[in-house]
Nanobody
Framework: QVQLVESGGGLVQAGGSLRLSCAAS????????MGWFRQAPGKEREFVGF???????TYASSVKGRFTLSRDNAKNSVYLQMNSLKPEDTGVYYC?????????????????WGQGTQVTVSS
């Protein structure tokens, strides 16, 4: 069973930066596609980005150019560097993993989820 634990959330002013981390245990981390999703109050969960086992990444248009994904397979960890944050980036950020070989922007395709970490961007 894969367990994911996010950290690094917090309160930041607009224009600031945060770095989220997701530590994985169980399974074979290096073979997983790791995704990030977020959910704002009263809104549906939305895709943020994913990174493949070899480091290729894709981002939602709303965060492209501001957010960067990276992973360290030796540390079983994935990171989401968030720059130029906006109030609309506020929400709970979730790390997710899938052992499948097909990349996906759909949450239902990810079998494993963390508990989430709150990100609040003040204007």
């Amino acid at each position: 069973q894969v367990q994911l634990v996010e950290s690094g959330g917090g309160l930041v002013q607009a224009g600031g930066s945060l770095r989220l981390s997701c530590a994985a245990s169980g399974g074979t981390f290096s073979s997983y596609i790791m995704g990030w999703f977020r959910q704002a109050p009263g809104k549906e969960r939305e895709f943020v980005g994913f990174i493949t086992w070899i480091g290729g990444s894709t981002y939602a248009s709303s965060v492209k150019g501001r957010f960067t994904l990276s992973r360290d397979n030796a540390k079983n960890s994935v990171y989401l560097q968030m720059n130029s944050l906006k109030p609309e980036d506020t929400g709970v950020y979730y790390c997710a993993a899938t052992a499948g070989r097909r990349t996906s922007t759909t949450g239902n395709d990810y079998a494993y989820w963390g508990q989430g970490t709150q990100v609040t961007v003040s204007s």
